[in-house]
């Protein structure tokens, strides 16, 4: 998209298995710090692998305010509104001044979904003939949950798109944030990814044979493969001039972004890389 407007990042939140808010997650980063442990999220059982990096002790009411319910709410709609809470702090609109609610939108992306919550409702439902099977934890198991939960929350009338395009869904949303920034369709982007993790996902890429039985070592020529892990990063945009305006910090300018079609393989990359 062709543009004189200039997108930047003014705010930032994050909750992951090495810290859950950005300054003790930068920390973590530079101290080399490994999230990656014992699973007991779930069932592990039996399976090649039983490690990744799980968000520990996650306790929802630490970062979300009691004038929000989280009844119904997945365990993905919790993290990444817990995420968007500490972004809109950090970037100094929280809360969000009503005048700006009608210009501000949502971009998530995502994958599970609230298939955590759905693997419960299952589990009982054919543990228990259906007679105790909680109909209401499949009212989050749709991806866009996390969008709308955060949309409906925040008042917010802006554009919302979700987006499931695997591993590049939270950059892919970060990218089509700043677009519908540059166009003029909205004033203020929440932006970001949410995954959280769940037996199923873990149970697929354990039969893919695709993760260390350890801890991932990626430049090691001995490696067995990934670590799969959970998190909710969302990131606050704004125009430059908006963002000087109202003094704002800022962390960065987003220049561009590209999406293609890597049709190569559902697994396995492409050798010549030429997908990039």
Do not use: W
């Amino acid at each position: 998209m062709q543009t004189k407007k200039r997108i930047v990042i003014t705010g930032l939140g994050t909750l992951n298995a090495i810290a859950n808010n950005i300054a003790d997650f930068a920390s973590a980063l530079q101290a080399g710090v490994c999230g990656i442990r014992p699973l007991d999220l779930f069932d592990t059982e039996g399976f090649r692998c039983r490690n990744g990096g799980q968000i520990k002790n996650f306790a929802p009411r630490e970062y979300i305010p009691q004038d929000f319910s989280l009844k119904r709410m997945s365990r993905a709609d919790m993290l990444s509104f817990a995420a968007t809470l500490a972004a809109l702090t950090d970037a100094g609109l929280y809360p969000l001044p009503q005048q700006l609610t009608e210009e501000t939108g949502v971009a998530i992306g995502g994958g599970s979904g609230g298939l955590f919550e759905a693997e419960s409702f299952y589990k009982d439902l054919l543990e228990k003939n259906g007679k105790h099977a909680r109909f209401s934890h499949l009212s989050s198991v749709y991806c866009a949950s996390s969008a709308d939960r955060i949309a409906s929350n925040l008042g917010l009338s802006g554009p919302k798109a979700t987006f499931m395009t695997a591993c590049s869904a939270g950059a892919t949303a970060i990218g089509y944030a700043r677009d519908l920034i540059a166009g003029g369709h909205a004033r203020i982007m929440i932006a970001g990814g949410v995954e959280p993790m769940c037996r199923i996902t873990y149970a697929a890429f354990n039969a893919l044979k695709a993760l260390d039985p350890e801890t991932c070592h990626p430049f090691d020529k001995d490696r067995e493969g990934l670590s799969l892990g959970e998190a909710a990063a969302i990131m606050v945009l704004e125009s430059l001039d908006d963002a000087l305006d109202r003094g704002a910090k800022i962390y960065g300018e987003i220049l561009g972004y590209g999406v293609t079609c890597d049709s190569f393989h559902m697994t396995a990359p492409d050798e010549k890389a030429s997908g990039a």
